[in-house]
């Protein structure tokens, strides 16, 4: 798969949303309009990935990509872990469940891996980190393009010498996980702070992602040099996605006015609706997957008694300017507005 080419004709990019937002349906409604939709793997099981995969291809789609967590290297101390499940007592109490299992798991990378290469999907991206060398050569190798998200420009060299065949460059405003190899770092960008130069440091494609949500914000890192535009939280209210209704609600909504970068979720730092969940675990340890699956139960609870409060709302920071629309309404007019503020696509 040539990338460059791809992105020429697609420069538009749904992102990957991981806990159920982007669903086949929605994949497929992007590439129908002209975009690159993506399936996230994350959180799903083989099977479920699959067998998304399978309906996406059974729909006449065969430009598509697939998103991969790449694991923790190692365990959070139990001390840690259970110094934050005493926190969640209270909201454990509120919502008549327990606390979670404070697991650690790769979340099935190797058999993940192992389904995308036998699969031969045409794109595979990786948030968390970047693969080894082997791991990307063997996409390589089966015709897939790889591309590794990355939030510096250190990390961008990184996947470049490692073989990736584009970056996806995500700045602070970007809604869901920090895709940071080092989630401890706390020195997160403006997109088009950073964009430049990591367009100045690597020769392949770089994909934009972080607060784009109409087509002025797509021709503006088109013209910093990006060779194509993604965006997650613009998808979120589409009927194809696999959001909540609270979750599109809260979004539409004028309930909640901002974002936030939080840990109290998943034990990562991703950014969301600000909640009353985020303000009262603002010292979330640095503990993922543990936490992802400690919250877990909570998380749900609160959906099923229409509790946003409880809820993990991610959303970028330009959340208010989303628009109900189909998928392939959106790509259309994000693409003509495009045009209009001056991008050629």
Known sequence: MDLSELLRERPIVQAPMAGGASTSELVTAVDSAGGLGSLAAGYLGVEALARQMKEVRGAGTTVFGVNVFVPSESPAPESVTETYRATLSSDALRYGVEVGEALYDDDGWAAKIDLLVQARVPVVSFTFGCPSAEVLAGFREAGSAT??????????????????DGVCVQGMEAGGHRATFDPTRADDRPLLELLPEVVAEVSVPVIAAGGIMDGSDVAA???????????????????????????????????????????????????????????????????????????KPLRAAAARMADPQGM????????????????GEL??????????AGARI
């Open 221 to 295: 890192v088109l013209a910093a040099g990006a060779a194509a535009a993604q965006s997650g939280t613009a998808f979120l209210r589409c009927p194809e996605s696999g959001a909540q209704p609270l979750h599109k609600a809260a979004l539409a909504g004028s309930d909640f006015a901002e974002t936030s970068l939080t840990r109290a979720f998943t034990g990562r730092p991703a950014r969301g609706l600000t909640n009353r969940f985020m303000a009262e675990h603002r010292d979330a340890p640095d503990a993922y997957p543990e936490v992802h699956h400690m919250t």
């Open 331 to 340: 790509v259309s007019t994000l693409r003509a507005e495009a045009v209009e």
């Open 312 to 327: 993990a709302l991610w959303a970028g920071i330009g959340f208010a300017r989303s628009r109900e629309l189909s998928a």
């Open 147 to 164: 591309i590794v998200t990355v939030t510096t420009v250190a990390e961008a060299r990184t996947a470049v010498e490692r073989g990736a």
